[in-house]
């Protein structure tokens, strides 16, 4: 059994070898996305939204892992992934029954974070992460899915 921060440093490992390895942004996006899902157990979807550089503040679906959603497209302010673009900040939803500027992706989902990743100082991203389980983020993991949003920025 090992500990949570051994984990952590085993997922930013193979995260750090998926960037400076081969392939495609989307690849690596994609892949990233399947190292977070199966390595930590309450991560229910694990996706990217995307800036739109051709609209004006709107988010598109970008590679992820978990059930399709009906949110391709989210204009900024809207959502929990809309308000962390616009607000560039980091959103920790432990119970989302608790959120009125919600969108639903899953009548499953209990919790979701959402991490921006940014390019140039500039909001370019963010990574969007669901969860089946009520209040399962620590501060420790806030903290260590921005650094892994940080690494990120190399391939946006
Ligand atoms: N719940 C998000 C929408 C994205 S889906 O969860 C994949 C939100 O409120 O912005």
Known sequence: MIDIEERYKRLTDRIISTIDGEGDRDGKLRSICEILSKGIDHYHWVGFYLVDHEKEKEL??????????????????????????????????????????????????????????????????????DSHVRGPFSKEESTWLEEICSLISRIM
């Open 60 to 129: 598109v679906l970008g590679p992820y892992v978990g059930e399709p959603t009906d949110h391709v497209r989210i204009p900024f302010g809207k959502g929990i992934c809309g308000q962390a673009a616009q607000s560039e900040k980091t959103f920790v939803i432990q119970d989302v029954t608790t959120q009125d500027n919600y969108l639903s992706c899953s009548v499953n989902v209990r919790s979701e974070i959402v991490v921006p990743i940014f390019k140039g100082g500039e909001i370019a991203g963010e990574l969007d992460i």
